[in-house]
């Protein structure tokens, strides 16, 4: 019954911005933190942002510090990341997480994920 819908996604010119949504169902949304990952042709998925239940906790990883912001309304069972200053690096699918503690996201181990929404940045 779980499942989480990522939306958003496109073609963006280098140095705009992009707001990503990944709405939840099926699950109790404020009790599981929720992540974004990406992962690029050829490439490993990485990390890029997780948040906790609650919405007080947030981790990045460096190469998007500064640039990117995960957020979410609990009350709209979503998670978002907005995009700033994207640059051509940042194209990859991207897809949400979500894990029942903040640690399993940062680490990759989310217990639901999302298909994903594809992203270009061009120069």
């Known amino acids: 019954q779980v499942q989480l819908l990522e939306s958003g996604g496109g073609l963006v010119q280098a140095g705009g911005s992009l707001r990503l949504s990944c709405a939840a169902s099926g699950l109790t949304f404020s009790r599981y933190a929720m992540g974004w990952f990406r992962q690029a042709p050829g490439k490993e998925r990485e990390f890029v942002a997780t948040i906790s239940g609650s919405g007080i906790i947030t981790r990045y990883d460096d190469s998007v510090k500064g640039r990117f912001k995960i957020s979410r309304d609990n009350a709209k069972n979503t998670v978002y990341l907005q995009m700033n200053s994207l640059k051509p690096e940042d194209t990859a699918a991207y897809s949400c997480?979500?894990?029942?503690?903040?640690?399993?996201?940062?680490?990759?181990?989310?217990?639901?994920w999302g298909q994903g929404t594809q992203v270009k940045v061009t120069v």
């Open positions: 997480a979500a894990a029942g503690h903040i640690d399993r996201i940062v680490v990759g181990r989310g217990d639901y």
